[in-house]
C-alpha cells in the first residue's frame, strides 16, 4: 500500500521556521519527481515545489529564496524547508507523487499557521 504522510506543521510567527517531513512506503521513492502543494483557507490547490527524480528543483514565486526543497532517498522521505515565513503561507501543506496526472496521490496534509 502507498502511504504518504506528513508532519512538522505548526504555529509560528512571521519571519519564523518551520521543516516539514513527507514519509513515504510502497513505493520506489527515488524513482519518482515528488512535489509539496498547498491549500490556503478557501481557496484552491497551489502548487509550492517539485524535486525531481533527477535532483532538479523548482518552486513557485511566491516561496522561492525562502523554502527549500530536499529528498532522502534512502530514507523515503521528502522535507520542506520553510524560512522567512509569512501570513499568506498558512494552509495546508500536502506531498504528492505525480502531481498534475490522473494518477496523483496525496498525503493527509499538515497544518501551517502563520500568525502573530
Known amino acids: 500500500e502507498v502511504q504518504l504522510v506528513e508532519s512538522g506543521g505548526g504555529l509560528v510567527q512571521p519571519g519564523g521556521s518551520l521543516r516539514l517531513s513527507c514519509a513515504t512506503s510502497g513505493f520506489a521513492f527515488g524513482r519518482y519527481a515528488m512535489t509539496w502543494v498547498r491549500q490556503a483557507p478557501g481557496k484552491g490547490l497551489e502548487w509550492v515545489s517539485t524535486?525531481?527524480?533527477?535532483?532538479?528543483?523548482a518552486y513557485a514565486d511566491s516561496v522561492k529564496g525562502r523554502f527549500a526543497i530536499s529528498r532522502d532517498n534512502v530514507k523515503g522521505t521528502l522535507y520542506l524547508q520553510m524560512n522567512s515565513l509569512k501570513p499568506d503561507d498558512t494552509g495546508i501543506y500536502y506531498c504528492?507523487?505525480?502531481?498534475?496526472?490522473?494518477?496523483?496521490?496525496r498525503g493527509q496534509g499538515t497544518q501551517v499557521t502563520v500568525s502573530s
Open positions: 524535486h525531481s527524480s533527477g535532483g532538479y528543483s
Open positions: 504528492a507523487r505525480d502531481w498534475g496526472s490522473p494518477t496523483v496521490l
